[in-house]
């Protein structure tokens, strides 16, 4: 409407940090369609318990809720609601490019205020964000989340590294015409790292909007990794299977086979050891 647009940013950070010669780059989180800002938190903490820190990013209107700082919080909007619900990627590719394009650049913009308003601010707290590297970012999300995740690799050259849950690339998506989508199908110079589930894996091949992440399994390029988590999920890649498997359950429309906390631990060991791939292959220059 015109006014100005508040985000909020939840930060988590390494209580002590004993290895001040050393910076590590900062993960930036964007959380998936009616998602929370602690989507992911397990992962957050097992990040920050190894030196990073994480800005998450609670995204007014996709979220499910977000709190002000008036106190009031702001609940998903229905109109979002109904964009999600009255979408059909595969029947309707123009009107799906068009939506992808909308919710890529709201929550881009998001993710890049947040980015410079943290160099800024990291600057008068040095001593709180001392393991923070605020040259290099890693952008990280769950879903339509991660599909903004991949997106900033493309405009931002301080993104050094992206992990996408289960995410198409919507981003490179730029339109369609006689029924396919137009895409972006340039390499991604950065480090990859695509997480599936039960929910898409198979799918792959002939979801149009997946086209991208055919080209990322499809490729031997060694920046692209893919990892495949049989009898999981689409909800078992974030922490509401943890919170309440009942629900993640019924919006999965499936039960998950194994332990919700197991799953969590595979995930978040599986990301941790992507993430200090980049790190030690970057220890050399400091």
């Known amino acids: 409407d015109g006014s100005h647009r508040e985000v909020q940013v939840r930060a988590w950070y390494p209580k002590d940090y004993d290895n001040p010669d050393t910076k590590l780059p900062v993960v930036v989180v964007s959380h998936g369609s009616c998602g929370t800002i602690d989507n992911n938190r397990s992962l957050y903490r097992e990040f920050a318990s190894h030196g990073y820190v994480v800005l998450a990013v609670s995204h007014p209107g996709h979220a499910f809720d977000t709190l002000h700082s008036n106190g009031k919080k702001q609940k998903v909007s229905m109109d979002f609601m109904k964009e999600m619900c009255g979408?059909?990627?595969?029947?309707?590719?123009?009107?799906?490019?068009?939506?992808?394009?909308?919710?890529?650049?709201?929550?881009?913009t998001d993710l890049s205020v947040v980015m410079d308003d943290f160099v800024e601010k990291s600057m008068q707290a040095p001593d709180r964000f001392e393991s923070?590297?605020?040259?290099?970012?890693?952008?990280?999300?769950?879903?339509?989340?991660?599909?903004?995740?991949?997106?900033?690799?493309?405009?931002?050259?301080d993104v050094v590294e992206v992990i996408a849950l289960e995410s198409p690339c919507m981003y490179d998506i730029k339109g369609a015409a006689d029924g396919e989508y137009i895409m972006d199908d340039s390499d991604y110079e950065v480090p990859v790292l695509n997480v599936y589930s039960d929910a898409s894996y198979s799918h792959l091949y002939e979801w149009k909007q997946y086209r991208n992440n055919v080209k990322f399994l499809e490729s031997e390029k060694e920046n692209y990794e893919n990892i495949y988590y049989e009898g999981v999920g689409h909800m078992g890649l974030c922490d509401l299977s943890l919170a309440s498997p009942i629900l993640a359950g019924m919006l999965d429309q499936t039960k998950s086979k194994g332990k919700p906390r197991e799953q969590l631990k595979r995930l978040n060991t599986d990301c941790l050891d992507f993430l200090q791939k980049l790190s030690l292959s970057k220890e050399s220059e400091f």
Request: proline letters at 4%; glycine letters at 8%.
């Open 87 to 108: 979408m059909d990627p595969q029947k309707k590719p123009e009107e799906a490019a068009k939506l992808f394009a909308e919710w890529m650049e709201l929550r881009m």
């Open 132 to 157: 923070a590297d605020t040259s290099r970012f890693v952008t990280l999300g769950h879903s339509a989340g991660g599909s903004a995740a991949l997106g900033m690799a493309r405009i931002r050259a």
